[in-house]
C-alpha cells in the first residue's frame, strides 16, 4: 500500500550523483549573474538529503520547490551549504521559488562590526600620534642644541596638542555631517552619539582648552614666536576643514597639513622647550627646519592615504581630493614618490651635516615599514576594503620615523658631551 506523497524518508545520495544534479543549477546561476568567474563549488554539499518516497529510486521529480542558501568569498565563487528538495502538491518551475542569500563578506563585515569597534574607529586613537610626534622630535631638537628639557612644559604641550586635534578630528565629523558627507560612515561621532550639538560644543571647548594651555606655555618660555607659529598652525586646521573656506574640498588639505605640522609646529614647540629665561631668542636653526621638514611629510603621507577608500563618497560631496582628481594607481606612484623623497631627504640632510649622522642610522632602520607602505598601496589601490589600513601603515610609519628621528638628535647630543 503507497503511503502519502508528503511523508519523507532519509535516504543517502552518492556524491557522483550530486554532482550530476549541481550542473544545471551551476549553468543556471552562472547564466543568471552578470560579469565574469562565477563559479559554484559543492564540496560542502550535504551528502544526504531528504525526498519523499513517491520519489522512487532516489530521483528526482521534475518539478520541486525548495531552498537554496549561498555564501561568498572574496573571488566571486558561490558555495552551496544546503539544499532541502520537498515533493510538491502540484506542479512548480524549479527555480521561482528558490531564494538565494548572496551578500557581498564586506559588507557583511560592515554589519557586523560592533559598537566597541565603532567608538575605537571614532576616536581615532592612532592619529595622535600626530600630536606627539611634532612635540617630541621638536624638544629632541632643542635639546640637541641648549642640552634642557623641561617635563612640566613637555606634559602640558602634550595635553594641549591632544586637545587640538581633538577639535581638529571632532569639528571635521561635524561639518562632514552638515553636508551630508557622512550620511553613512558609521563610526562618525554625530552618528554614535545621535546629536549634532553635542560634538561641536566638545570640538570648540576643546580648542578653547588647548589654546590656552599653549598660551601659558609661551607665556612661561617668554617666547611669543613660538605663539605666533602655534596660531599659524591652528589657522590651517581651520580653514582645512571650518566654513567658509573648507580648501579640503579644493584638494589643499596636503599643503595646509604639511605647513601646519611640520614647519609651524615642530618648530613652535623647539622653541617652547629649549628657551629658559636666560635664553630668550632661540636661533631658529638648519636642524630645526630639516627635521620640521622630514615631520611634515609623513604627516601629510597620513592624510593623503586617508582618501583612498573614500572616492566615491568624496565625489558624491563635491570633495576634489587628491585620489578623486588623480584616480588610485596615479596616487599609488605619489606614495611611492613620497616615501623616496623621505628617505633622500633624510641622506642629503644628513649627509650636509643638517641633521646629525645618527639620526641617518635610526632613520635607515625604518625603511622596511617604508617599503611595506608602498607595497601595500600598490598591491591594493583598487580594493576598497584592504586600501583602508593604507592610512594606519602611514601611521605607523610617522611614530616610528619620529621615535627614530627623536633618539639620532638625543643620541648626539649624548656622544658630544
Keep these: 500500500m503507497r503511503e502519502k506523497t508528503n511523508d519523507t524518508f532519509y535516504c543517502s545520495i ?238 589643499l588639505g596636503e599643503p595646509l597639513c604639511f605647513a601646519a605640522f611640520g614647519p609651524f609646529a615642530t618648530s613652535a614647540f623647539y622653541l617652547l622647550l629649549g628657551s629658559t629665561s636666560e635664553i630668550i631668542f632661540l636661533p631658529l636653526t638648519r636642524t630645526a627646519l630639516s627635521a620640521s621638514l622630514l615631520v611634515g611629510v609623513t604627516t601629510t603621507l597620513i592624510l593623503f592615504c586617508s582618501h583612498f577608500h573614500q572616492i566615491e563618497e568624496d565625489m558624491a560631496v563635491g570633495k576634489m581630493s587628491p585620489l578623486v582628481r588623480m584616480g588610485t594607481e596615479r596616487a599609488s606612484v605619489v606614495v611611492k614618490g613620497a616615501i623616496l623623497t623621505l628617505y633622500a631627504l633624510l641622506f642629503a640632510l644628513g649627509f650636509c651635516r643638517a641633521l646629525p649622522l645618527t639620526c641617518v642610522v635610526f632613520g635607515a632602520l625604518t625603511l622596511p615599514i617604508g617599503k611595506l607602505v608602498v607595497s601595500h598601496v600598490e598591491e591594493n589601490h583598487k580594493d576598497k576594503g584592504k586600501i583602508f589600513m593604507a592610512k594606519y601603515y602611514c601611521v605607523r610609519l610617522h611614530a616610528l620615523f619620529g621615535a627614530a628621528m627623536t633618539a639620532g638628535l638625543v643620541y648626539a647630543r649624548m656622544l658630544a658631551k
Design 14 to 251: 552518492a556524491y557522483r550523483q550530486q554532482c550530476n544534479m549541481l550542473k544545471p543549477l551551476a549553468a543556471t546561476l552562472s547564466s543568471s549573474c552578470p560579469g565574469s568567474g562565477v563559479g559554484v563549488h559543492h564540496e560542502n554539499f550535504a551528502k544526504q538529503c531528504y525526498l519523499p518516497r513517491s520519489c522512487e529510486g532516489g530521483r528526482l521529480p521534475t518539478a520541486f520547490g525548495g531552498s537554496l542558501h549561498f555564501c561568498s568569498n572574496d573571488q566571486n565563487f558561490f558555495q552551496i551549504r544546503g539544499l532541502k528538495i520537498r515533493c510538491p502538491t502540484r506542479q512548480q518551475h524549479i527555480f521561482p521559488k528558490c531564494t538565494a542569500d548572496i551578500s557581498d563578506s564586506s559588507c557583511q563585515e560592515e554589519k557586523d562590526v560592533s559598537k566597541a569597534t565603532l567608538i575605537w574607529r571614532a576616536i581615532k586613537l592612532p592619529i595622535y600620534s600626530v600630536a606627539l610626534v611634532p612635540l617630541t622630535v621638536g624638544g629632541a631638537v632643542a635639546y640637541l642644541q641648549t642640552g634642557l628639557f623641561s617635563v612640566r612644559r613637555y606634559l602640558m604641550l602634550l595635553a594641549s596638542s591632544v586637545l587640538i586635534i581633538t577639535w581638529i578630528n571632532l569639528s571635521n565629523d561635524v561639518y562632514d555631517f552638515d553636508i551630508g558627507a557622512d550620511k553613512n560612515k558609521k563610526e562618525s561621532v554625530v552618528n554614535l552619539v545621535g546629536s549634532r550639538s553635542g560634538p561641536f560644543i566638545a570640538a570648540y571647548l576643546s580648542l578653547a582648552l588647548g589654546f590656552m594651555g599653549l598660551t601659558w606655555v609661551s607665556a612661561d618660555a617668554g617666547n611669543v614666536r613660538s605663539l605666533l607659529l602655534l596660531a599659524c598652525a591652528i589657522t590651517c586646521g581651520y580653514i582645512y576643514q571650518c566654513p567658509p573656506f573648507r580648501l579640503s574640498y579644493q584638494g
